[in-house]
């Protein structure tokens, strides 16, 4: 199964929050977790990335979460800003390069 | 670096005309592939180039999409003819070949069949 899945579909936090958003994943081949941001009229940007040998990884304010055996991985935004109101992809793949994407949550960070 | 670029942003066309899409690839990203986002769905993948050969274009939706690479630096998607079906963003992404999977994506081209 090459599905990844993510939940939720929309997310509004108020400033200084730390947004959630979750991601399940079927094919067990995968072996990189990358999330993307998305602003509206651009091109989604690499965030961050993980692979399932770590179970977490922090770059400034972001944070993959990562379960292997649940076949779940996770990214957190702590202290949230307005600035971070985007969409957020996640996405996995394996070696054969191409990415499977979730569908993306569209978060709002409220002041 | 000046990142990857689409050209148009936008194309209205109607049923049954051609469009040709472009991306230039970040200079020196042997990888590049197609992605599309239809509305309200996952973006999905098209198919995938290593210099100018395609290494899977197992994504492509049917014999009316054609991609070429000319001597391995931009690309190009051709529909023809477009159908209602074929509206959506298309994306562009180049990564280098020694970190093939951090993938720059493009700004996209949002494509409307009328």
């Known amino acids: 199964q090459q599905q990844v899945k993510k939940s939720p579909q929309s997310l509004i936090v108020q400033k200084g929050g730390i947004p959630i958003i979750n991601c399940a994943y079927e094919?067990?081949?995968?072996?990189?977790f990358p999330w993307y941001q998305q602003f509206p009229g651009k091109g989604p940007a690499l965030l961050i990335a993980?692979?399932?040998?770590?179970s977490e990884k922090k770059e400034g304010r972001f944070t993959i979460s990562f379960n292997k055996s649940a076949k779940q991985f996770s990214l957190h935004i702590m202290d949230s800003q307005p600035g971070d109101s985007a969409t957020y992809f996640c996405?996995?793949?394996?070696?054969?390069?191409?990415?499977?994407f979730g569908k993306g949550t569209k978060l709002s960070v409220i002041p | 670096e000046a990142g990857v670029t689409q050209f148009p942003s936008h194309s209205v066309i109607e049923k049954g005309q051609t469009v040709t899409l472009r991306c230039d690839p970040i200079s020196g990203h042997d990888n590049l592939y197609w992605y599309r986002r239809v509305m309200g769905k996952e973006i999905k993948f098209l198919l995938h180039f290593v210099k100018e050969s395609k290494q899977d274009e197992s994504g492509m939706p049917n014999n009316r999409f054609l991609a070429e690479r000319t001597g391995g630096t931009y690309s190009t998607l051709k529909v023809q003819p477009a159908e209602l079906e074929d509206s959506g963003v298309y994306f562009c992404a180049s990564s280098p070949l020694a970190r093939h999977y951090e993938q720059y994506f493009g700004p996209g081209t949002r494509l409307t069949v009328t």
């Open positions: 996405a996995a793949s394996w070696s054969s390069y191409q990415l499977t």
């Open positions: 993980i692979r399932p040998d770590v």
């Open positions: 094919n067990t081949a995968f072996d990189y």
